[in-house]
C-alpha cells in the first residue's frame, strides 16, 4: 500500500448526521452570539428579516470557511486516535 492509499485508508469518512448537526451548532451558535453582541446596537431597531439577513450573510461565511474545516479536522483526529 503506498503513502496516500494508507493516509486515506486511515481518513475517516463524512460525518453521520448527528456529529454533523452538533459541529454545525458548535460553530453557529457562538457566532451567532457574538455578532449579536457586536452588532446588536447598530442592528437595534431593524427589522426581522433585515437583521437576520445581516446576521446570516455575516454568519455563513465565518461558519463554513473559518470554524467548520478546524472541527473536521478536530473529528478527524479524534476518531483516528481511537482506531
Known amino acids: 500500500m503506498t503513502e496516500n492509499n494508507a493516509t486515506a485508508a486511515a481518513r475517516p469518512g463524512p460525518p453521520p448526521r448527528h456529529h454533523l ?3 454545525i451548532w458548535l460553530a453557529v451558535f457562538p457566532t451567532l452570539t457574538a ?3 457586536l452588532l446588536g446596537d447598530l442592528l437595534d ?3 426581522t428579516v433585515l437583521r437576520t439577513l445581516v446576521l446570516a450573510t455575516i454568519a455563513v461565511p465565518i461558519v463554513i470557511y473559518g470554524l467548520m474545516p478546524p472541527l473536521q479536522r478536530l473529528r478527524a483526529r479524534l476518531l483516528t486516535r481511537r482506531s
Do not use: V
Open 21 to 23: 448537526a452538533l459541529m
Open 35 to 37: 455578532l449579536q453582541l
Open 45 to 47: 431597531g431593524t427589522p
